[in-house]
């Protein structure tokens, strides 16, 4: 009860924290000039050719067309969908922190430090598909972290299917933590099946022979192939019915776009191994309105959070092949996972938006430090304010609502690769 009680107040907190002032600006920007038109697209009556917006799955979509249908097709229309999974995301780090430190001070730290990392509260006040994928990714990796440790994880692992289906349904990109499931689970089973396990082995190990001792292949197929791959596919039949064809031939531009290399540059793109380093921003908004003021909205991650997990995950990764934690485990390989995927695609266009889901799965990590061994219980909350004191400090450049002059703005780009 408590718990919920906690999820609730985290979710109502952080629900108005992005909704203030969300309408701002009053007409689309950056990426919203694609995926508001393919919302709109999907209210008429038949749908026109040629389909906009055919590079992603529909879901997110989908969910953009619901709150139009509900607030009318003005600027809350457009955002709170992202704004409603913004909230959620921030429960699910609750519950990932929950499941893995089995405490609720830490839990609502790393909850808290997620959200101040500056990158879920810009990607939730604007209508892009990322924050949809996450939202539904985490909860997927809350239940499979929560199964982990079970006996019986049938269940967990089916509900993470579900949710890591509809992360999937609204970004490819959602594929990257199941697929991290899959190897996780083929690994350690692999390794049962050679018999394989440690001569000091204890309770706390990431992999016990006794692990999921009633979890059969089939369970594995239905949990990790057939519930997400079901529901995935389901989000396609509002668009195409039930014609098996247009389905596959939907996958197939999908996939196109998805690892051809033959897409021009941009302004703000960025590499992959730039990105933990925060080295290139993305301005989704800048106008001047007045002599010396501007509203301008940057995603760029706030340094004083992102910054520091980096050696928080290299403990992570220490405590995981010395002491085979299985909490230290679970967090480096759901940063890893969806972040090194990036460097497998062909495709050469990248943008530090792409970092979210691995950014946000940072915050486990400096929990993970912060409460290690006999650290004080001040230190974690003295850095949780620290990182409340960098968000707020960013926010002239977060929120177009609040507004900076052309001083502040210099003084918050360090470098020159921010601007």
């Known amino acids: 009860m408590r718990a919920a009680i906690v999820a609730v107040v985290l979710f109502l907190a952080t629900h108005l924290a992005i909704l203030a002032g969300v309408t701002t600006p009053d007409k689309l920007y950056f990426d919203e000039i694609h995926y508001v038109p393919a919302g709109r697209q999907m209210l008429e009556p038949a749908t026109a050719a040629p389909l906009l917006n055919p590079m992603h799955p529909p879901l997110a979509k989908q969910l953009i067309a ?17 704004v409603l999974f913004g909230s959620l995301a921030i429960v699910a780090v609750y519950l990932c922190g929950l499941v893995l430190f089995a405490a609720q001070g830490p839990a609502v730290a790393a909850a808290l430090l997620a959200f101040f990392n500056q990158m879920v509260f810009v990607q939730s006040r604007i209508a892009m598909l990322d924050i949809f994928a996450l939202g539904f990714s985490l909860f997927a990796i809350a239940s499979f972290m929560h199964g982990f440790r079970q006996s019986r994880p049938h269940l967990w692992f089916a509900l993470a299917g579900l949710g890591f289906g509809l992360s999937a349904a609204c970004k490819w990109s959602g594929l990257f933590p199941l697929a991290v499931c899959i190897v996780i689970v083929a690994v350690i089973r692999l390794m049962q099946g050679w018999r394989a396990q440690f001569a000091d082995g204890n309770a706390d190990d990431w992999n016990r022979p006794d692990l999921w001792p009633d979890f059969r292949f089939w369970h594995f197929a239905a949990c990790f192939v057939l519930v997400p791959a079901s529901v995935y596919l389901a989000t396609f039949v509002p668009l ?5 064809p247009g389905i596959l031939k939907a996958q197939q531009r999908i996939f196109t776009d998805t690892t051809t290399t033959a897409i021009a540059g941009h302004t703000y793109m960025s590499a992959w191994p730039s990105w ?8 989704y908004l800048f106008d001047k309105i007045g002599d010396d003021r501007i509203a301008a909205i940057v995603l760029l991650g706030n340094p004083l959070v992102l910054w520091p997990a980096l050696p928080a995950l290299a403990v992570c990764l220490r405590d995981w092949i010395v002491t085979r934690r299985t909490d230290a485990f679970l967090i480096q390989a759901f940063y890893f996972g969806p972040y090194l995927a990036w460097a497998l695609l062909p495709r050469t266009l990248g943008f ?3 970092y979210l889901p691995p950014a946000t799965v940072a915050s486990l990590a400096l929990v993970y430090v912060l409460r290690r061994g006999n650290s004080p219980r001040w230190l974690l909350w003295a850095f949780v304010t620290i990182a409340f004191a960098g968000f ?16 502040t703005f210099v003084r918050l780009m360090i470098f020159e690769s921010w601007i």
Request: proline share 10%.
């Open 66 to 82: 619901l709150s139009i249908l509900t607030f009318g097709d003005v600027p809350l229309g457009w955002r709170y969908p992202g």
């Open 240 to 244: 195409y019915g039930l014609s098996i």
């Open 276 to 283: 933990p380093l925060l080295v290139r921003p993305v301005w």
């Open 352 to 354: 530090l938006y792409y």
């Open 392 to 407: 707020a400090a960013m926010l002239p450049i977060s929120a177009a609502l609040v507004g900076t002059s052309m001083g």
